[in-house]
């Protein structure tokens, strides 16, 4: 009954440098993994020392525990050696019950040594920015996924409102959403610059 079992690598890794992909990823990974029983979320951002802080029990002695996402937030650009040793027998144990979910705004952290080590136990998903020519069609993405009928207008409108700015063009489509669930003649979206 001895075999190797050959490791499914299921925990992840998300990169990118903007905080709005950062987490829309995350969250994308994150409710795919509530559709798997994953249904307990823990957060915690990464600060030196974070072993002591961290202090997940092992659950394995119990059948009926709940399957848990560690969801943990790298905010510097390096880990501390115990710390490092902690996240490799974090990742390294074979826990069908766990998934850890990583993700940093700091894509240098790809040339650190530390960060090429836990990389093995990770699926990374890097997410490229959205530049200035991608703009329109990124909100033209959105409103689609939010199921917002926009004309080519109301795009270029969001978007020359708010030059690149993700968050704020984001923002911009869910206050639209909201307003507006039935009526698909956005009129008001010209005379409501100034919300």
């Known amino acids: 009954s001895f075999q190797k079992k050959t490791m499914r690598i299921q ?56 399957k848990e996402i560690i969801d943990i937030r790298l905010q510097e650009k390096s880990i501390l050696k115990e710390d490092l040793d902690f996240f490799l027998s974090l990742l390294g144990e074979d826990d069908p019950g766990r998934i850890i979910v990583i993700s940093s705004l700091n894509k240098k952290i790809k040339t650190y040594a530390w960060f090429k080590k836990i990389s093995k136990y990770l699926e990374i998903s890097e997410i490229k920015p959205v530049y200035s020519n991608q703009f329109k069609d990124w909100i033209k993405g959105e409103a689609k996924n939010m199921d917002l009928l926009l004309s080519e207008e109301g795009i270029n409108l969001i978007a020359s409102r708010n030059e690149e700015n993700l968050l704020s063009a984001y923002q911009e489509l869910k206050f639209l959403k909201c307003l507006d669930q039935k009526n698909t003649d956005y009129t008001f979206i010209k005379d409501s610059s100034e919300y």
């Open 11 to 66: 925990h992840k890794l998300v990169l990118s440098n903007d905080e709005l992909l950062n987490s829309m990823s995350r969250d994308k990974f994150i409710s795919n993994f509530k559709k798997e029983g994953f249904l307990s979320r823990k957060i915690f951002f990464y600060k030196k020392g974070f072993k002591k802080e961290i202090n997940i029990e092992n659950q394995q002695s119990s059948l009926f525990s709940e």
